[in-house]
């Protein structure tokens, strides 16, 4: 199993930046890809960011070019910072881990950190 453990979310002003941390530990050799969804209220969970253990990165077209993603293998810690944050960046923030043991992929999520962000 993994365990994932999200901070850094909060409120901030449109055109802010945030940076969000993610502390993933358990089976950590057994993770192909680590990644950030979110899920605004009323709408369904979306994929925001991802990277994957060979260090290749994917982004969402919502936030392409204001988000980086990151991953420290030393502190297993996983990094999401979006800059020029907009309203609709709005939602709850859920890192998780793509793993695959004897075979058979499998998916982890933290618990979620809110990111609110005011026009």
């Known amino acids: 199993q993994v365990q994932l453990v999200e901070s850094g979310g909060g409120s901030v002003q449109a055109g802010g930046s945030l940076r969000l941390s993610c502390v993933y530990s358990?089976?950590?050799?057994?993770?192909?890809?680590l990644g950030w969804s979110r899920q605004a209220p009323g709408k369904e969970r979306e994929l925001v960011a991802s990277?994957?253990?060979?260090?290749?990165?994917n982004y969402a077209d919502t936030v392409a070019g204001r988000a980086t993603i990151s991953r420290d293998n030393a502190k297993n810690t996983v990094y999401l910072q979006v800059n020029s944050l907009k309203p609709e960046d709005t939602a709850v923030y859920y890192c998780?881990?793509?793993?695959?043991?004897?075979?058979?992929?499998?998916?982890?999520w933290g618990q979620g950190t809110q990111v609110t962000v005011s026009s």
């Open positions: 358990g089976s950590i050799s057994s993770i192909t890809a």
């Open positions: 998780h881990a793509d793993i695959i043991r004897w075979g058979v992929p499998d998916l982890y």
């Open positions: 990277i994957a253990s060979s260090g290749s990165t």
